[in-house]
């Protein structure tokens, strides 16, 4: 049984930071990719980051690049975000998901190369 725990979600003002923890039980995420997804009022459920289990990869959509970090902690079967320089435009339903093994093709930014999600931790940035 998988299960997937978000946390470290909250009100913050813009240009504030926060950091968000994704706690993975029931697998080893050692050697599986990790995705954050995020989806505001109104739009579809988009693609943040990714950090791939082999050689450091990290690709990251291109509204966060230089603002978010998506780390981890094989140790504790965790996996990070942290968010810096925080938007209006960042207020989303925040989700990490477990990549496939395999994966079913390249697309790391496509949420149909997932299988397991969390359910969720709110981010509401405010201007």
């Known amino acids: 049984q998988v299960q997937v725990d978000e946390t470290g979600g909250g009100l913050v003002q813009a240009g504030g930071s926060l950091k968000l923890s994704c706690a993975v039980s029931?697998?080893?995420?050692?050697?599986?990719?990790m995705g954050w997804f995020r989806q505001g009022p109104g739009k579809e459920r988009n693609f943040v980051a990714f950090?791939?289990?082999?050689?450091?990869?990290?690709e990251y959509r291109d509204s966060v690049k230089g603002r978010f970090t998506i780390s981890r902690d094989n140790a504790k079967n965790t996996v990070y975000l942290q968010m810096n320089s925080l938007r209006p435009e960042d207020t989303a339903i925040y989700y990490c998901?477990?990549?496939?093994?395999?994966?079913?093709?390249?697309?790391?930014?496509?949420?149909?190369?997932?299988?397991?999600w969390g359910q969720g931790t709110q981010v509401t940035v405010s201007s």
């Open positions: 950090s791939g289990w082999s050689h450091g990869r990290v």
């Open positions: 029931g697998l080893t995420i050692s050697r599986t990719g």
């Open positions: 998901a477990v990549r496939k093994r395999p994966y079913v093709s390249t697309r790391y930014s496509s949420r149909n190369e997932y299988n397991f």
